[in-house]
């Protein structure tokens, strides 16, 4: 997937620019136009990823809706993709496409997080199904941004009860510090209060 020349880009979907879009990591050029036409029937704009790290960076800028990745065999690389993509944003679902009777690769990517696995080539119908079905069931409690390797260290000492003053203690920081990254995570996640917070860092898979 990382060994083909950098191409990526967006185009507006029924959506419209403003609707977040969804990530397409494909490292086979052929195959990108029948997929692509599939989830553009989402009515989401799409944008499309020859290359893990750029696809990477523009997750943690906090764009992305929903991951499909073609996983090729050997399936190292479309692995490690989705490892880290949901090592940067836990709640992102993630639709993978395996080789046909590669049950072992769908069994990895279930255990690695990924929401569904749908044989290649895949029928329209099937992956637009599954499409809405993750759009659908994280609509309501996707964070607005990815939270910093900072602020989820400190979402995990908030959900186990700790203070602002016990938190500061325990990163080494300053209560004031701890405070505004508290505020941060807050908005984030759109919430108001602690139990807001539980609530939605639980359904965005941050909770654990």
């Known amino acids: 997937m990382i060994d083909l020349k950098e191409r990526a880009y967006t185009r507006a979907g029924p959506g419209g620019s403003g609707c977040r879009p969804i990530f397409y990591a494909d490292g086979d050029v052929t195959s990108t136009d029948a997929v692509r036409g599939a989830l553009d029937r989402a009515g989401a704009p799409v944008a499309c990823f020859s290359v893990c790290e750029e696809c990477l960076a523009s997750i943690r800028g906090g764009g992305c809706r929903l991951l499909v990745a073609n996983v090729s065999e050997p399936a190292t690389e479309g ?15 993630v639709i993978v496409l395996v080789e046909p009777g590669q ?50 260290n400190v979402l995990h ?52």
């Open 157 to 208: 000492l908030i959900l186990q009860g700790r203070t602002n003053g016990q938190i500061a203690m325990a990163l080494h920081r300053s209560r004031r510090t701890v405070e505004v990254h508290r505020g941060d995570i807050m908005r984030k996640l759109g919430a108001r209060h602690i139990v807001d917070l539980v609530r939605n860092a639980t359904l965005a898979g941050l909770g654990r």
């Open 79 to 93: 692995i490690d993709l989705l490892t880290k993509a949901k090592g940067v944003a836990p709640w992102l679902p």
């Open 103 to 152: 049950i072992e690769t769908a069994v990895r990517a279930m255990k690695a997080g990924a929401i569904d696995c749908i044989e290649k080539p895949p029928l329209a119908a099937r992956l637009l199904s599954a499409v809405e079905q993750a759009l659908h069931c994280t609509a309501t409690h996707l964070p607005l941004k990815p939270l910093t390797e900072v602020e989820q």
